[in-house]
């Protein structure tokens, strides 16, 4: 099964820019890659999807190489409020199907 | 615009005793899941469906079913509730897209349970 690596946490500053990079190598043809947000005692929610090279939107830039075997998200400026669990999801429908199953996330802590 | 709807938000349970959590979603997806969340943990799939009228487990099974009851509403029960069974519950629901890929889940606000 293709599996998602992710840092577990990272610690940045208001109005840095964060960067998280998931790493997937065995990433499938037809799989997208999409990142999504989680606040506490919140269910996930959606950020940003992309296939390859640049996506961008006006919450994140999603960065996929042309080997697609990991991508970047990047948070812009960050406040105290994107404190939050990140996942990045890489679906590997070859060999899942419709089993849609999530890694650990990063735990992005935003200090003032 | 409700999107995924669960019940209830809160519940507490003695062991041994059993109960069903609700989910709906008015989007009209074809897939809908079930995941816990221990605290301080990612999330961990327990069952899913991908369509209506099929079931799947997922990485932790054990001590569940689910019913998908309709295109809207999948349930999932607990037949004997274990004090391991606290954790947070999460219903989402999507579609797959044409050909490739998935278009993105939608999550409800999850149902707090807690086995004493």
């Known amino acids: 099964l293709a599996k998602t690596t992710q840092p577990i946490s990272m610690d940045s500053y208001e109005g840095q820019e964060v960067n998280i990079t998931c790493s997937h190598n065995?990433?499938?043809?037809?799989?997208?890659i999409t990142w999504y947000q989680q606040f506490p005692s919140q269910g996930p929610r959606f950020i940003i999807q992309g296939y390859k090279t640049k996506v961008t939107n006006e919450v994140a830039s999603l960065f996929i190489p042309a080997d697609r075997k990991s991508s970047t998200l990047s948070l812009p400026r960050v406040s105290l409020s994107d404190t939050a669990v990140y996942y990045c999801l890489v679906p590997n429908l070859k060999a899942a199907g419709n089993k849609l199953t999530f890694g650990g996330g990063t735990r992005v802590l935003v200090k003032p | 615009n409700a999107g995924v709807t669960q019940t209830p938000k809160f519940q507490v349970l003695k062991t041994g005793q059993s109960m069903t959590l609700q989910c709906a979603q008015d989007m009209n997806h074809n897939s809908m899941y079930w995941y816990r969340q221990d605290p301080g943990m990612g999330l961990r799939l327990i069952y899913y469906?991908?369509?209506?009228?099929?079931?799947d487990k997922g990485e932790v099974p054990n001590g569940y079913n689910v019913s998908r009851l309709n295109k809207r509403e999948f349930s999932l029960r607990l037949e004997s509730a274990a004090p391991s069974q606290t954790s947070v519950y999460f219903c989402a629901s999507t579609e797959r897209l044409a050909g490739d890929g998935f278009n993105i889940q939608y999550f409800g606000a999850g149902t707090r349970l807690s086995v004493l």
């Open positions: 469906s991908a369509s209506e009228g099929t079931t």
């Open positions: 065995n990433i499938a043809t037809n799989d997208y």
